[in-house]
């Protein structure tokens, strides 16, 4: 993994720029002079002015100023832009901390599911992505030369169970189920504790045949091994989802939790109450749209029980990344349309995420004087058509990534690669 130094520059005062200027009175260079004559008055390398911060680390929900100097934020807080050398305007914008993406599969080049990370994720917002089991065992060494070694964002994974990994949806990996070897994931694990923070198996019929039992036992006594969290993919799986639960352990996820495929987490317009005891004892439950995991209607009628994902991500992959997925914000974006707060989405992709993937110590998840300068501002676009994985559509306000700034520099964004506006 590579390490980036935190650094604090002291400069002398120097002129200030305006990037995209405010409506002040006075003019840009009188802004000038009035900064430079008082040194005592340290200037920021940028600031984002004008925003509403929302950071639900720190219960922050308020219009102020972010300033960011070298590779820190410096200051959150009111009237931050006369001290700025740069100043980019977010009014009307929303200020969240540098998006976390909690289910991803960016193995590019070896596995036919792998987006490219830079392009799927660090360009759209995200800024720490953790691979959801698309690399095995015997796979990783390729994972982390090739994905985590080359790329900008921070990318951590779940490791598959199967040393096959999920080179390809057509094979399911664990239909031999000698491919799950605990020795070799177990070593890998040890190896690389900086990457590897949980293990992935998942269990539809078509990837484990009638054998999801005892393959699921297996991983369990795997994961505890290891003292990492399991995480399950649930949907066409053989068994009801509350036989399934009656395994997991507290910190264990349950990807998919809206799907509209057989045995999920409702019975008509309510929430198993065994889906619901699972969480009280700490199981967590992860939306993870894909190709084919998210269904309108079960998550309507789920957000309307008040049942909220504990992780919202976006299963980004190959197959999806140029729709009906898109990208992380779009997902979140139609979790806000059905009724989902959006504070409360923002914190199940920053927060939440950071906090399940040990990323927190790290400074990943959350907007702090002296933390990592990670930030996306959203802007609200016009209303657009926006699926879902089984081909139903709503029509409502976008969230984009106007402004990414990732370890203290503006990161060039891609367009959405959705339709036309309505």
Request: charged share 20%.
């Amino acid at each position: 993994m590579r390490r980036r130094r935190a650094i604090t520059r002291a400069r002398a005062p120097r002129q200030a720029t305006c990037i995209d200027p405010l409506p002040v009175r006075h003019g840009t260079c009188e802004l000038c002079e009035a900064l430079v004559s008082d040194p005592s008055e340290s200037m920021f390398d940028l600031v984002l002015t004008g925003g509403t911060v929302v950071d639900p680390a720190s219960g922050t929900n308020t219009r102020c100023d972010v300033a960011i100097s070298g590779t820190q934020i410096s200051a959150i807080g009111p009237d931050l832009a006369m001290r700025g050398v740069q100043i980019l305007d977010c009014t009307g914008s929303t200020v969240v901390p540098g998006l976390v993406e909690g289910h991803s599969h960016i193995f590019q080049h070896v596995s036919k599911v792998g987006a490219p990370a830079d392009e799927a994720h660090l360009r759209r917002g995200v800024v720490a992505v953790a691979d959801a089991g698309t690399a095995g065992a015997s796979t990783f060494s390729a994972f982390r030369k090739l994905v985590v070694e080359r790329n900008d964002l921070r990318i951590v994974n779940f490791l598959n169970v199967s040393v096959l990994g999920l080179i390809d949806f057509r094979f399911g990996e664990l239909m031999n189920p000698d491919t799950l070897v605990v020795e070799d994931a177990l070593a890998t694990a040890a190896e690389n504790p900086d990457v590897v923070r949980g293990f992935k198996i998942r269990l539809s019929e078509d990837v484990v045949g009638p054998n999801w039992e005892a393959l699921l036992k297996k991983s369990i006594v795997l994961a505890e091994q290891a003292r990492l969290p399991l995480m399950v993919h649930i949907g066409e799986t053989e068994a009801p989802l509350p036989v399934v639960l009656d395994y997991l352990r507290a910190g264990d996820i349950v990807a998919h939790c809206y799907t509209g495929k057989p045995h999920g987490i409702l019975d008509g317009d309510r929430v198993l109450p065994e889906v619901i005891a699972a969480r009280e004892r700490g199981v967590l439950f992860d939306s993870a749209h894909g190709k084919s995991n998210l269904s309108f209607e079960v998550a309507r009628r789920a957000i309307s029980a008040g049942f909220l994902p504990d992780i919202l991500s976006s299963d980004t992959s190959a197959r999806n990344w140029r729709g009906p997925v898109f990208d992380l914000l779009t997902s979140i974006s139609k979790l806000v349309a059905l009724g989902a707060p959006l504070e409360e989405c923002i914190r199940r992709a920053t927060t939440a995420p950071a906090a399940l993937l040990g990323l927190d110590t790290e400074g990943y998840g959350r907007l702090e004087v002296g933390g990592r300068a990670d930030v996306t501002v959203l802007t609200e676009t016009s209303e657009v058509e926006l699926p879902d994985a089984a081909g139903n559509s709503i029509v409502a306000p976008r969230l984009e990534p106007t402004i990414v700034i990732h370890n203290g520099a503006r990161v060039q964004t891609v367009p959405w690669r959705g339709g036309a506006s309505t």
